[in-house]
């Protein structure tokens, strides 16, 4: 099985909901680090597991539209904590929307908020 991995870093800023989280429940920022992980069995015949410029094209524009925003307003955190877990969920989800590559059997997003602290989420992609 063939991973490809790509990485970003960016600065968004949460406060949780729904608990007594002690500072958390204030605005704070987080330096998070997104690691998009790509799986696939086959290479095209490029010897690519997929376009890594597609990829870090996706990655780019959704890093560019969390960076320095208060998660809570974003919409698609509605009604939700935004904890990390939720966070990786929704990264996992529109990344694998957004990135078409045949080859890709599954996609996984590992979400650092911090140097001791980390989330993930896989969607498994179907074979047609």
Known sequence: ????????????????????????????????????QLEGGQLDEHGYLCDIVDVEKHLDEIVGYY??????????????????????????????????AGNISALKVVLWENESAWASFQVDRLKS
Request: aromatic share 12%; no cysteine.
């Open 1 to 36: 099985m063939y991973i490809l991995a790509v990485r970003r870093e960016f600065i968004a800023r949460h406060f949780l909901i729904g608990g007594d989280w002690g500072a958390e429940n204030f605005p704070n920022s987080h330096h998070y680090v997104l690691e998009l």
């Open 67 to 100: 960076r320095e925003q208060m998660l809570n307003e974003k919409l698609e955190f509605a009604g939700l904590n935004p904890s990390i877990e939720h966070f990786a969920r929704i990264l996992a989800t529109s990344l694998n929307e957004k990135i078409k």
